[in-house]
């Protein structure tokens, strides 16, 4: 299918469009780069051996994206435009409700002109909130805690009330767990600007020398090594879920929400443990006062995404540990390595 996709040069869409392309796709990049590089689309195309297509645009721009649309006539759109710091999101809810909500409102709106009705969209796990139990399944009630997440469900809620409008259109919901690591040419990856907020590419430039020790958030948390349990999972298998979905989505009209993880956690330290095994480094840590906000573990129930999509993740950690250190220790400066 020819699939229009919104954010495509950030970490999770380069990851995507190289999956998108090797199940026979033709994506169509739409970015402003406000938090990615043009050197990464770039990088993606030497991968492929062939330019991505795309255009310099700002989801929020109603009149440039349906020109887009109206040219590109995508039957399919991949949905992951936004910001997502959480932090960031309490000091500038604005910008967050604009740019992750009104610019879903706006794509919406450019996709009714070219009547393009399916829709794979960049939720998170955030949306669930302080969990009532765990693993998290899709029933789990939604309580967002933070601007972020609260912008994540609104767009989740306008995308529903949208397909209940249009109901043979397809809204894929991808409640997305922690994505880490990177493609295993170790061409693209992970790249934050600053200082990083995630623990993964928080441990590769500790690695790298970019940083002088990670501070564990906690250790008094009620999981069995008292540090914070997530459910991480490889970016190029959260990639290849997106190609599941697009595939669902060809066929099969609704709206659907689904957990997308491996249904493991692991803590601070084991994730400090298995990045040290994988490539042989000392990562200097040191025990913190607890992240406000944080919450003591997360964890997917992935049964519908292998029942509804026939996705399950395939990557392991150490798979995980190598890749993120193979892309970080390649780029030490991310996309600003000469190479
Ligand atoms: P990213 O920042 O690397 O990618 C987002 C891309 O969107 C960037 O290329 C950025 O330049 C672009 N963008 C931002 N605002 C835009 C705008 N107004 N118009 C056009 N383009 C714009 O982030 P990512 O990690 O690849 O995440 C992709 C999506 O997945 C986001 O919506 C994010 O909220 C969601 N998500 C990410 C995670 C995670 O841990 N990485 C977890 C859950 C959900
Ligand atoms: N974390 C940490 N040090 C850091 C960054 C994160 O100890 O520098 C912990 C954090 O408290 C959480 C886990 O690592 O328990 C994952 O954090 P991340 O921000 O990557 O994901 P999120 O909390 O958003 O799921």
Redesign the pocket.
Known sequence: MRVLV?????????HTLLELVAAGHEPFV???????SPR?LARVGELIQRPIPHAT?????RSTLTEIFEDIRPEAVI??????AVGESEERPRDYYD??VA?TLTLLAAMEAVDCARIVF?????VYGAPDYLPYDEAHPTRPLSV?AKT?LMAEDILRDWHSAHPQSAVLLL?????VGAHISGRIG??PQGWPN?LMPFITQVAVGRRDKLMVFGDDYDTPDGTGVRDYIHVVDLARAHVAALTHAEKTPGAEVINIGTGQGYSVLEMIRAFEAATGLEIPHEIAPRREGDIAAMQADVRRAETLLGWRARHGLAEMMASAWGWQSANPQGYTTDN
Not at 122 to 126: C, M, N, P, R
Not at 175 to 179: A, C, I, L, T
């Open positions: 919104t954010g495509g040069a950030g970490y999770i869409g380069t739409v970015d402003n780069f406000e938090n990615a990464a645009c700002d989801v929020r721009d949905h992951f435009a936004g910001l997502k740019v992750n610019g960049s939720s998170s796990a955030t972020y994540k409640r997305y767990f922690n994505p992970e790249d995630n």
